[in-house]
């Protein structure tokens, strides 16, 4: 077995870091990059000339006029991806697709379809809509409770993958001497009838050449793990401290062994944020400017995202944390609670908990070269992760990064110095999923030894 | 005003015409061709050097074992058009998105990352979902009776054009100077609750380089007809005879008309093959072959794709004409009922039936180079059609027609030799549609004039 490396990921969020700072205004970002198509593909070339082994979009489907700015205006996820599929050639190509708003059949359509543009490169990080109010879009009075958000997330995942097995390999010889242009017997419908979705099949797509896109997830509440340990390959996660990415990683794990999965099969990426300069006060202070940015009343307004968009400016700023009652209930719920247990634990005041929640904005993978390196080496090596996925947005910062952190990680034998395959699921070693309907026939007695 | 010019559009099918013939036997074909992106960039590619206005995907989705070949397996055409627009920069993108099985939301904002992406040359050809078999893969039991179908994609298309106008031009500043980034008061949300849809909106997209992508109809129901004046921009339909052709555009054109519009705004484009050789005769004898290439068996199984895929392979051939009931009434109704009155109206027998549709599939724009551009121009001057949207799908026959029709129906003027604008509604010559908010902004009174 080959030697672990750690996978390494791009979030490109066009403009502005994960509602932390208005990245817009860095002079050598284009302020319009969020629907810029170029810059994408630009910065998309620039990780996989890095060897990268993925670029991801985030998504979303509602906004409000506080939105944070990169929100208020960006390409779909996938219209993207696909632009970028035809400027690259080995780089993993991720986007977020919801499935409280989206039609199995349409998502397993379009992530095949990226997958045969890519030549294997599509993932799908499965997402159930975090915003309440997304079902205002998608002419629903109320976002769906949490039971049903998550128990429709996995039967549509069970369903999309279903269709993905639509034609087994081979289906189509297209042979023109002959003239067979395809093999019945290797197309199978689906026939799924299950508690929130039906569908018929078979997809009009032919197996591509992952077979089966990479599923990502993202989810950190008790009913996104146990999703992600569901179906996930790939976890998407937050991490503050090494021991609580170890001890996220190792209940994931725990969690998709006990569902009969190998643990290998699932990688947690924390999504972080990597600050360079050439001694370590240099990056602090780097920071602390990225940081200050941000205005308090900004961050007091985007506070309410997880509480449903919840007003927070109307409240005594010194008064002690309010009382918001179950806004967030059907919205960002576990951020919200927790955020709720903060201010009880600590009895903050409002000023107190948008200070902290900024203060605590802070990424440990802040430092010179050999700092950030050494730390992603030790979460690595002690099992805090298996990859990053990392947010840097002006490609001065990411030049630091390959530039300055990949050589000493490549030297030490942490990262890989080369693609070792065209698809994603090749270059995260993760396993090829058999057709479903191929092994049934190669478990069947063939005829000549039935009894 | 300039003088008016043939459009010029071209049908990327992948393998085979509109189920006419087995085109993937042809040597020159690659026999993958409807799942390989390459040979759709090559097209493109072509057809932009020819200086054609769009390209057009076409779309179903669903499929049995007898689908026509190029049914069985194909990209979905969002995601294909996203991969020409980056490797294009002046052909128009048009591709098929059914309002039957999509929600106006993620419809609005595919086309408009595309006509971001693209630079203003995105069209969206608006279609209901023909067989009514593609409610099975969208847990529904049944496909939507005719006026259902039609209310919704009357309504669809209404919210999705609101939607664009969500941003106003210069929503965005994105000043860094002065910091300013988004100017609240021209973003609209759009509060829609209709028969069909409810969609608060705004669109998390701002104003595209169109504004509004243009508007693609082919359906030839009376509903479709209607939907077609009412909010179509370009109709693609079948012409057969120049008197045909010239009483559609005329219906069109006057329905139009009735419902306010100008007619200008609306063009028709009759979607033909096109066949050449160097002699009438030789083009003659091409066509024959074309049309031999596809046995009686395949003729007679499609046949059953207007009636919802109803089995004719289980009648008596030289019977007459068999009661199937109301078979296709949810399907192509029109097209079915079409069928039904030729064998009644001649007393045909099925096999009579099967042998006249082989034989109505020629196309009258079969000859020499001079006399198909010679039709051409005549049926463009009397007034039978605004373009063509021609399927050709080997390199070679299409370099025939660029190659050799082109430059005569150039020199007499009927074709301009240059693009005239970057954005498709810009080369279509169609206007382009203010953001309601701005046009609403511009006739109130001033406050200074306001009594």
Known sequence: M???????GEVLLGVGGPGQHNTWL?????????????????????????????????DSQFITADSPNHYLSRLEPLTLLSAIAVHTSHIGLVGTLTTSYNEPFNVARRLYSLDHISGGRAGWNVVTSGDAGTAGNYSRDEHFDYPTRYGRALEHVEVVRGLWDSYEAGAFPRDKESGVFFDPDKQHALGHRGEY?????????????????????????????????????VIFTHATSLAEAKAFRTELRERAAAKGRAPEG??????IGVVIADTDEEARAK??????????????????RPFGWHDFT???????????GDAGARSFRTQADAIKKLARDNAFTLRQVVEHLRESARSPFVGSPETVAGTIEHWFEEGGLDGLNISVNAAEEFALFTGRVLPILRARGVVRSDYESTTLRGNLGLPVPGNRHTAARAIAPSPALAP
Chains 1, 2 share one sequence.
Do not use: C, H, M
């Open 2 to 8: 080959s030697r672990r490396t750690l996978k390494l």
């Open 26 to 58: 860095d002079p050598r970002i284009p302020a319009n990059a969020s629907v810029d198509v170029n810059w994408y593909l630009a910065r998309a070339r620039e990780a996989e000339a890095a060897k990268f082994d993925l670029v991801f979009i985030v």
């Open 314 to 324: 109307r409240y005594d700023l010194d008064a002690p944390f309010p009382d918001v």
């Open 287 to 304: 920071e602390d400017a990225l940081l200050g940015a941000k205005s308090f009343d900004r961050a007091l307004r985007e506070l309410g």
């Open 197 to 233: 979705f039906s569908v018929v099949g078979p997809l009009n797509l032919e197996r591509s050449p992952q077979g089966q896109p990479v599923i990502f997830q993202a989810g950190n509440s008790e009913e996104g793990r146990d999703l992600g340990a569901s179906v996930g390959e």
């Open 266 to 271: 699932l990688l947690t990426l924390p999504g």
